[in-house]
């Protein structure tokens, strides 16, 4: 099992920045990717960016491409979300998952947190 924690939302204003953390315990030797998603209200929860923890490649959605930046510190067990010029279409719960290798290879997260709300005022 992994635990993951995320925590850094809050509230913003449109253009402003904010950094999220998602701690991770538990079997993190097991982890082969991390992940950032969100869920809008009345929509789907959609990806938002992951890292590939054995090469630290990382991969983001279309629309947070040259806005968030994904970071990690391995000796903490700590994944971060850098989110730059946020705007309000960015509001959402901000949700950090792990996958293991046989996940990714299913295109599955197994282990998820809890959210964390992050809301951008216009």
């Known amino acids: 099992q992994v635990q993951v924690v995320e925590s850094g939302g809050g509230l913003v204003q449109a253009g402003e920045s904010l950094r999220l953390s998602c701690a991770a315990s538990g079997r993190t030797f097991s982890t082969y990717a991390m992940g950032w998603f969100r869920q809008a209200p009345r929509k789907e929860r959609e990806f938002v960016g992951g890292v590939i923890l054995s090469d630290d490649s990382t991969y983001y959605a279309d629309d947070v491409k040259g806005r968030f930046t994904i970071s990690r510190d391995n000796a903490k067990n700590m994944v971060y979300l850098q989110m730059n010029s946020l705007k309000p279409e960015d509001t959402a719960v901000y949700y950090c998952?792990?996958?293991?290798?046989?996940?990714?290879?299913?295109?599955?997260?197994?282990?998820w947190g809890q959210g964390t709300q992050v809301t951008v005022s216009s």
């Open positions: 998952a792990a996958a293991s290798l046989t996940g990714w290879c299913n295109h599955e997260y197994d282990y």
